[in-house]
Every structure is written in C-alpha cells, then in structure tokens.
C-alpha cells in the first residue's frame, strides 16, 4: 500500500504529465482569453458522488485514452453515437462503459464477500463471478447503444412517409427544397425532424445542400433515407420534378413496412406453435380424457 500510494504521488506530480496541445499554445493566448483559471467554472458532476467524482474524474480520463491506444474502432464508435442521436464523445462513452463496469464489480464483490464468509461459494467461483459481472457491465452498455440505435432507426421509418409527403406538397406548392425542409422543421417533432434541423443549420451556415444531405445520409446509415438523399440530389442537379420522387420514396417505405409486418406476422406465427403444442394442446386432452378415467375408475 505504501509502495502504490508513493507511485501514485509521483506519476500524478505535474511534471510527469503528458502536456497536450491546448497547454502547450495556452500562453501565447493569454491575450485573447485573460479570464483567470480560478474564477473558471468546474466542470458538472456526472454521477451524484460529487467530491469523489472530481477525485476519479482524471483517473478515468487517463484510463479512457489509454484504452484508445490499443482501440482502433473509434470512428466507427462515433458513428454509432451519431446513429443513436447522442451528443457525446466517443471518449464519453468508454468513460461510461468503465464506470458500469466498475459499478457491476463493487456490487458483486460485495455480494460474492457476504456469501463467501456464510460458506456459501468457494474462492475461485468468486472471482470468477466478479469478473464475468464486470465484463458484462461493460459489454452491457454497448448492447444499450445497440437498442438505442435500433429504436431510434424505426422512429426515423415510421415518422419518413409522412415527412415526405410533407416535402412534396411544399414542393409542389412552389417552394424551394431549402424552404420545404424549413417548413418541416416547423411543424414536425421527431428524430428525422431533428436530422432535418441539423441539415437545414448547415445550409444556413454555408455548406451546400447536397453536402448536407449527403452527411445526413453517412450519420443515419439507413438504406431508405439513402435513396431520399440520393433521389433530392438528382432532382436539384438535373431539375427533374421533386414531388413525383419524394412521394414514390414514401410509398416505397409504406410498403416496406408492410412487408416487414407480414415477415413478423410470419414469425410469430411459428413461435406460436410451441406454447400451442406443449401448454394448451395437453390441457385439452387431459379435459377430455379425464372425465372417462374418473367414470372407469367409478365402475370399477
């Protein structure tokens, strides 16, 4: 303990840091930012242990881009946090994967100490419950992003057809496409509204449409907007009728909704069959043959 606690005051002195690149150019900005670092405002608690929060906080950082080193899926991480409409990065993410990993640990080692000094599990089958649970915490919120992005790519079909149809009559009451994806971040909520404000400030920023659209279309990754995107492109650079294209695209994801209902339909159908055969069929028969036994052994 005195060894560790010693090895940590030394790596932790200011010196032994790594400097990064906002500290390295931070005196020659003194002129342009010449607040004082102590009347800075400290950065929000993220978990209600406030004090020992700000404790951990620069040992999960130092942890956090350690396991980046040896990860090279962090652009793809990204791209699924934009997938799931989050705002945080990549860096965040692992912090909160660290963090359920670290609260499944404590929790069973505190369980698997109680039933170890009651003499209910060995040693060896301890630890390995203690780590398997650690390890499934921080799987665990990697499969809660994975629903997430689900859940949030069927709002985004379900809420397209209506968006779409939306869009075509603005077009084809005479407004631009600009104007149309205006109009629709007006009247509509949702997550594709929400997509659609992010192109429409882009637009307003200065970047083109198509390249908005076109990023749109990269951070949803979803086959249908894909053809929304690339069906808005064509029509804006070859002037072919807009209205005609967007009202076929939202027939075409009323259909493939349809479509996917009758496969789930199909589905459950077949699954259907198992509490069928082996719950209510041998209920039904014992109903029907029980009365004769009871009349046969009455006979008797």
Known sequence: MLGAGLWLVVVRIPAMRAITLTQRIAPQLRAVDLRSRL?????????PFGPLERIIRPLLADAVAWSHRFNPAAATLACRLAQAGRAQT?????????????????????????????????VPFAVVIVLGCAVLGFVGRDYVLSAD???????????????????????????????????ICRTATGELAGEFALVLAATRAGKPLVEALQEFSHRTRLAPLARFVDGITVAVQRGTPLADVLRA????????????????AGKKE???MVPLVFGVLPLTVLFAVYPGIALINLGF
């Open 39 to 47: 009347l800075a405002d400290a950065p929000g608690n993220v978990t």
């Open 149 to 183: 992005i689900r859940r949030r790519e069927a709002r985004m079909l379900a809420e397209f057809p209506s968006l779409a149809e939306l869009m075509a009559l603005a077009v084809s009451a005479g407004e631009s496409t600009t104007g149309a994806l205006e109009r």
């Open 90 to 122: 990549a860096a965040d993410f692992r912090a909160q994967q660290l963090l359920w990993a670290a609260g499944d640990l404590a929790a069973s080692t505190l369980v698997m100490v109680f039933l170890a000094a009651s003499g209910s599990v060995d």
């Open 249 to 264: 695209q939202a027939q075409d994801v009323r259909d493939l909704a349809k479509r996917e209902l009758m496969e789930s």
């Open 270 to 272: 077949i699954a259907m």
